[in-house]
T-cell receptor, first 116, second 114 residues
Framework: AQTVTQSQPEMSVQEAETVTLSCTYDTSESDYYLFWYKQPPSRQMILVIRQEAYKQQNATENRFSVNFQKAAKSFSLKISDSQLGDAAMYFCAYRNYGGSQGNLIFGKGTKLSVKP | DAGVTQSPTHLIKTRGQQVTLRCSPKSGHDTVSWYQQALGQGPQFIFQYYEEEERQRGNFPDRFSGHQFPNYSSELNVNALLLGDSALYLC?????????????FGPGTRLTVT
């Protein structure tokens, strides 16, 4: 069975600085998707960024980028120029590729605080 | 464009009771998945509905059941509530059940069992 591990329960960053959130996963599959979701106090899970395992290029979405190391099964999220609105729980998630194995396996999350 | 909506927002029930939670998918979506998020944990997959049938199920007992209606909305039913069922229940919708399709989440229903 696949597992996702987030080893940092809490992280803190100064506004305008850069922070990196860590995620490792375990799978025997070669094709899969990886995601970072943000969950603010409003509770709604928002997709931040997505990475397909078959793509070597790291995904980027504005101030958010990932460092995907397939051999090491590592998928970290870098937030540049942190803003107060980035404060939230961040969840790393895995999903198998293909067929109907379409549902997400989440880590326990990292709580990010942004200091003004 | 209406996103995923869930009702009610909060709910308090007593042990042994039954509860029904509701979800309306994002406009154009036909697949609904339900997740349970206990306090301090990541969401855990309960089941997925597509074409009014349960297509996939996570490791949850039969006390958890669901339904999908012709308009793609869905219900999650939990019977014989336990204290451990207290959690945030999230609904997610997608266009189709396959792994290539993105899931969009609703704001959740906070269930408290006393």
């Amino acid at each position: 069975a696949q597992t996702v591990t987030q080893s940092q329960p809490e992280m803190s960053v100064q506004e305008a600085e850069t922070v990196t959130l860590s995620c490792t996963y375990d799978t025997s599959e070669s094709d899969y998707y990886l995601f970072w979701y943000k969950q603010p106090p409003s509770r709604q899970m928002i997709l931040v960024i997505r990475q397909e395992a078959y793509k070597q290029q790291n995904a980027t979405e504005n101030r958010f980028s990932v460092n995907f190391q397939k051999a090491a099964k590592s998928f970290s999220l870098k937030i540049s120029d942190s803003q107060l609105g980035d404060a939230a729980m961040y969840f790393c998630a895995y999903r198998n590729y293909g067929g109907s194995q379409g549902n997400l396996i989440f880590g326990k999350g990292t709580k990010l605080s942004v200091k003004p | 464009d209406a996103g995923v909506t869930q009702s009610p927002t909060h709910l308090i029930k007593t042990r042994g009771q039954q509860v029904t939670l509701r979800c309306s998918p994002k406009s154009g979506h036909d697949t609904v998945s339900w997740y349970q998020q206990a306090l301090g944990q990541g969401p855990q997959f309960i089941f997925q509905y597509y074409e009014e049938e349960e297509r996939q199920r996570g490791n949850f007992p039969d006390r958890f059941s669901g339904h999908q209606f012709p308009n793609y909305s869905s219900e999650l039913n939990v019977n014989a509530l336990l204290l451990g069922d207290s959690a945030l229940y999230l609904c997610a919708s997608s266009l189709g059940p396959l792994s290539s399709y993105e899931q969009y989440f609703g704001p959740g229903t906070r269930l408290t069992v006393t």
